[in-house]
């Protein structure tokens, strides 16, 4: 029988095995179609881009300075 910190451990293995692909994890196919759709549903409303990813501010104009 294993014990609790082998167990962790071989999850953790097998976790860090199955992500590397760097999609879901475990994801059913059902699943998979549905964050594509909702994706997409946000990709025509709110313009193209990449929703994964923090978003980049700019602020044009003069730098604020605290005294």
Do not use: H, N, W
């Amino acid at each position: 029988s294993k014990t609790p910190a082998t167990l962790v451990i071989d999850c953790s293995l097998c976790y860090s095995t199955t992500s590397a692909s760097g999609g879901l994890v475990d994801a059913d196919p059902k699943y998979e179609k549905a964050l594509s759709e909702e994706m997409a549903k946000l990709q025509r409303l709110y313009g193209a881009g990449d929703f994964t990813e923090f978003p980049d501010f700019k602020f044009p104009g003069e730098s604020i300075v605290c005294s």
